[in-house]
């Protein structure tokens, strides 16, 4: 569960954009995070969650691209660490305490005048579940989930398919990998598709074509478990894992921010 930790090695001045270092707490248990703010035109921010192993830069998913296009739009972008990576302090561990990073970048907004409908959170991967189980718990404006897994089980044996080792192995080791995570770290598994019916916002499911780690039926799962009439599907052709921005931006760009302006209501 141990997740290393990658430098942050840029800025977002290397694509032109303006911003401010922010730090803030996680929720309940007080992590200091560390993030860049980039001030919109509009009064809709959106915060980017990053995927486990990854931090606020992720050069797969191409994230200062994307906050470049998405603030030409006139978005508010929040990009920040999760514990353990990047520059934030505390622990990375796999799937573990991103919910509470979640919520310190929520009430930091909230702090800072966003209307909590006019927030949307962005993830990616296991930062997607994690979003998606935040939603859960607390009204936001709008989910934007790529390539998000419906179920921690069904996650664990496609990553360890993908490295070689054979699924009925990874199989066999799930219960006793969850009781000794529950005894060591106070994990506890909470899959996104049994808490889906508890988001209240609207939600934007994009899945890769060519996501090895992800398949198109955990993500068809969500979206028909998810009534929200608002609720929108885009399967990226052609497309590897967290790549659907990098390799279409500007499909990319023109349908996510369709998405929000029908949903959030903004005045364009």
């Known amino acids: ?131 998606c189980i935040f939603a859960s718990q607390e009204d936001i404006g709008a989910l934007v989930l790529i390539g998000c897994f419906a179920e921690v089980r069904d996650m664990v044996i496609s990553m360890a398919t993908v490295r070689g080792i054979p699924g009925i192995f990874a199989e066999i080791f799930i219960p006793g990998l969850k009781l000794t995570t529950s005894f060591m770290y106070g994990y506890q ?20 074509e060519y996501d090895e780690f992800i398949p198109i039926g955990d993500m068809l799962r969500l979206f028909e478990e998810s009534t929200h009439p608002e609720n929108q599907f885009w399967e990226v052709d052609n497309t590897e894992h967290s790549q659907s921005y990098k390799n279409n931006p500007i499909e990319f760009i023109d349908r996510t921010t369709s998405f929000l302006e029908s949903t959030l209501l903004i005045a364009v």
């Open 189 to 208: 598994v909470v899959n996104p598709i049994d808490v889906l019916s508890e988001v209240r916002c609207p939600i934007f499911f994009i899945h890769e």
């Open 1 to 131: 569960m141990r997740i290393p930790r990658l430098s942050v090695e840029t800025t977002p001045t290397s694509v032109s954009l303006e911003y401010k270092d922010v730090s803030f707490e996680s929720r309940d248990d007080n992590v200091l995070l560390k993030g860049w703010f980039i001030q919109g035109s509009n009064q809709i921010s959106i915060i980017i969650v990053h995927g486990g192993f990854q931090n606020r830069v992720d050069d797969n998913v191409d994230t200062l691209g994307l906050a470049r296009d998405l603030n030409k739009k006139g978005y508010s972008l929040l990009l920040f660490d999760l514990r353990g990576r990047g520059e934030s302090e505390g622990t990375g561990r796999a799937l573990s305490n991103i919910e509470k990073d979640i919520g310190g970048a929520f009430d930091f907004l909230r702090y800072s005048g966003y209307a909590t409908d006019r927030i949307a959170i962005m993830g990616y991967c296991s930062g997607a579940a994690s979003a």
